[in-house]
């Protein structure tokens, strides 16, 4: 399935990229999750995260996709499920440091050690 959107812009967020493609094809209500992180596995907000947020997503999509009116709306969120997939959507590797040098990180790879 080709990729109908703009590639992610120099220095521009996961959650932003994501939103931004999310809102090119209407789906406001997940791109406005996406903005927050709730998507993210960096930066999903405590309260809500479960370690599935990806699964969220690709789930959240195949329901968009089902219920996408006109067809080619469908196609396109069907061509956002194949990217997240294959990690289009992932982390970069900045943004993969800067969780591993934060209070979280730190504290994860703590409780690694220990067992």
Known sequence: ????????????????????????????????????????????????????????????LTTAATNAKPKPRRKDIEAIIEAVKEGEFDATEVESKAWAESEDGLATFKLLREE
């Open 1 to 60: 399935m080709s990729k109908w959107w703009v590639p992610r812009q120099p220095c521009e967020s996961t959650p932003l990229f994501l939103a931004r493609v999310l809102q090119a094809v209407g789906l406001d209500d997940m791109a406005h999750r996406a903005r927050l992180g709730h998507y993210d596995d960096f930066v999903c907000p405590p309260d809500i995260m479960d370690g599935m947020e990806v699964q969220h997503l690709v789930a959240e």
